[in-house]
């Protein structure tokens, strides 16, 4: 479990003849859970392991076309053959990794000013610099958000 408090406006029904309230802590816990086993989970939403999905009453549920899903095999789920219910959890582990991948990197790319280029001068020119043991400083630029 995690728990975040953050401070917030009050309720309107918190105002006293008109005077604001003093903002409020609210203090939320939600369950955390890890890559892996997420994707575990998402891997098991309709079909049983293969391991504990071979007894025989795995065997009757898919020769009837009952979907018999999660990580013990114990929960009903709906229907649907072995064929269709490997589909259905490899669609939940597609959408589950592109929301992860999605998670990692930052939906607004940064943008910065161009990079030099080695075709912009001349070794000549390099050369030929009045001062060959000083080092030119070059230019650095801040990254630039983009506006879009």
Known sequence: MVCSTTLEAPSVLLMDDGVPA????????SRVTSTAGLMEERFYSWTAPYASGVNIRHQLADMFGFAVAGPDG????????????????????????RVLLEEQSDPIPWRTVD???????????????????????????SPVRALW
């Open 22 to 29: 003093s903002p409020v802590e609210v203090t939320r816990c």
């Open 74 to 97: 114990e929960r009903f789920m709906g229907f649907g053959f072995p064929d269709q219910t490997i589909v259905w959890d490899g669609s939940a582990v597609e959408n589950t990794y």
């Open 115 to 141: 990079i030099p280029n080695g075709f912009s001068g001349s070794l000549a020119e390099d050369i030929a610099s009045p001062v060959p043991d000083v080092v030119q400083e070059e230019e650095v630029f």
